[in-house]
């Protein structure tokens, strides 16, 4: 039986690396009913270890962890430097320096050993497709596999590889495309219906979903659940600054843009992204790594025109509440939302 | 009793200027239990009344008109002789003169005078919003009318105006924009659920949607109806060229520019697109009267690397059928999709 047919709201929480995805907040969404994410990215794996302990602790409902996927590499180094120059007056005002454009895997390899050596009932992937050994040596071990996509082409390859379920990530999504290259502009409707078409494996609809009703509609366009990250923001559970709150609780517009990380995002459209969208090369984790100090900085002076404020175009949708109430009022909300929706169409004609 | 409540389907045919939105076409959509409508930009006067009467004289159902709203000026005369000096060489390679960049209010007072002295059902307007005085002009004289937007805020100042009803176009529609400024990115879903927030109106959901799930997922959503566009390009019905046709039943993607007209649509990604792009000025109508004469020889020529090939994200689904089996097989897809949602919904915990 597969996890996504075990809960009571068609739920899953968006893993959010970089802070905002906590144990505490996976354990209550996978208590509620719904499906608790770990984001296993930006963090090592002694962490990753222990935040697993941590969400079994809590509850014994089935969670997920998601990896990142390492860089396949192969990035502009003077495109990079050009940028280290352009942003170099900028920490110099703040006192401090950029960092280390560097490289690196984000300890994929290690991380995924913890996993298979100690297997947790769901794994999604982002930044691309896992490798089909990864892909059988997690589901020999018990562990469901899902991959992120965000185009058509993407979730038949996915297939192929024998992944569970997909995620399929459209546009309007906050954070990080989860898809490989990140030019994808696919929003998630019509995504949807595109990847329905050919492919046969339940699908998790991400991407600008807060509301019960979004949550009807990706249930009515054929997912399996929806993925929801910007809708658990606010929740005392999650790790967000109150910085990241406050924006997310703004009717301000977002953006993509690859001016935080060398990868396209989601953020709040602030004076940083608007000064260096346009010259932001792409270069995932090395432009990451370049601005973190930058970033580290501003979110202590509390500079939202700074920091990278991931959010999903829903977001002044998103409440303050516990994220169990988000679950079951979501939840509540979706089947409402469809049977209003039944309720009118027999009026038709 | 509003025209949306009188539809046996909650289908409305998006109004296709430039040729593919002809009077046989909204008359079979409105025949067969949708709204059809007329695209009276770029055409003259003469050419609506005269299209208002072949579609009264083929149904007595309700269909709409869509009118283009004069751009408010501004531009940059240089960036667009800038432009015409960067295309000139492909235009004299293929044997023709770029035209004059000139402006133009798509003759907008005299059409909006022909729908007072001659009022239709349903007005509808793009690239921005109309004012107060068109708007109960319009509506003293029985006729609905419906503001576009692509924010938010949008809505809230065309409930303001006194509109009957809203249409909610996302980034993934094909064609132009229809906000003014064109550079919205909200994608439909997270759009509607925006706008549905702070706007009681009838709301028409429109971008990417082709199929009866994708209409189904508006409705759960909020909307009243969805809007089709893409969906009816292939019909026998539609002024669409053989090369469009084509293009449509490709699965190659799309992408928004400005390169065509000076003015965001979405069309098919081909290299005339991926050519000037980043050096298209802002400039409606000017930059689509420019480019015009090389657009028309690269459709005489069959050159669909040329050719503005509008298409909304779902294009590949469209399907090679007469209008009036879209409109009910999409209808009847809804209805099923909303129902196999609703027994799924059963089923959570």
Request: glycine share 10%.
């Given at each position: ?5 075990t809960l ?35 963090i090592?794996?002694?962490r990753?270890?222990?935040d ?7 509850t ?18 003077a495109?990079?430097?050009?940028y280290?120059?352009?942003?170099a ?8 320096s950029l ?14 050993a913890?996993?298979?050596?100690d ?5 999604s992937?982002?930044f691309g ?21 965000t ?8 297939a192929?590889?024998g ?13 990080h495309r989860?898809g490989?290259?990140?030019?994808d ?11 329905a ?8 609809a991400?991407?600008?979903i807060?509301d019960?009703p979004a949550?009807?509609a990706?249930?009515?366009?054929g ?27 703004s ?10 990380t ?6 709040l459209?602030?004076d ?7 010259a ?15 970033l ?16 999903g175009?829903?977001h ?27 309720e009118?169409?027999?009026r038709?004609?």
């Amino acid at each position: 039986m597969s996890v996504l047919s075990t809960l009571r709201h068609p739920i899953v929480a968006a893993p959010m690396a970089g802070g905002p995805s906590t144990p505490a907040l996976a354990a209550a969404v996978s208590a509620a009913g719904g499906l608790g994410f770990l984001a296993a990215g930006m963090i090592d794996t002694g962490r990753l270890v222990a935040d697993v302990a941590e969400v079994r602790a809590r509850t014994d409902r089935p969670f997920g962890v998601n990896l990142f996927l390492p860089d396949p590499g192969g990035v502009d180094e003077a495109a990079i430097q050009a940028y280290a120059r352009r942003l170099a007056p900028q920490a110099t005002e703040r006192g401090v320096s950029l960092g280390a454009p560097v490289g690196g895997d984000d300890a994929y390899p290690e991380k995924l050993a913890a996993l298979l050596a100690d297997p947790v009932p769901v794994v999604s992937f982002v930044f691309g497709l896992p490798d089909r050994v990864a892909v059988a040596a997690l589901r020999e071990r018990g562990t469901e596999v899902w991959a992120t996509v965000t185009r058509p082409a993407a979730a038949t390859a996915a297939a192929d590889l024998g992944v569970d379920a997909v995620v399929v990530q459209g546009t309007e999504a906050g954070g990080h495309r989860g898809g490989l290259p990140d030019d994808d502009d696919y929003a998630l409707l019509p995504l949807l219906r595109l990847v329905a078409a050919g492919c046969d494996l339940p699908l998790v609809a991400a991407g600008g979903i807060v509301d019960g009703p979004a949550v009807a509609a990706v249930l009515a366009a054929g997912a399996a659940a929806a993925q929801l990250g910007t809708a658990f923001l606010r929740c005392p559970e999650a790790g967000s600054s109150p910085m990241h709150r406050a924006a997310v609780a703004s009717a301000a517009p977002t953006a993509l843009t690859r001016s935080f990380t060398g990868k396209r995002a989601r953020g709040l459209a602030n004076d940083f992204l608007r000064q260096h969208d346009a010259a932001a090369p792409t270069g995932y984790p090395q432009v990451l790594h370049l601005t973190r100090p930058l970033l580290a900085a501003a979110r202590r002076d509390g500079d939202a025109s700074v920091a990278n404020l991931w959010a999903g175009q829903a977001h002044p949708l998103a409440r303050d509440l516990p994220a169990a109430e988000v679950v079951t009022e979501v939840g509540a909300g979706a089947r409402a939302a469809l049977a209003a929706a039944v309720e009118r169409s027999t009026r038709w004609g």
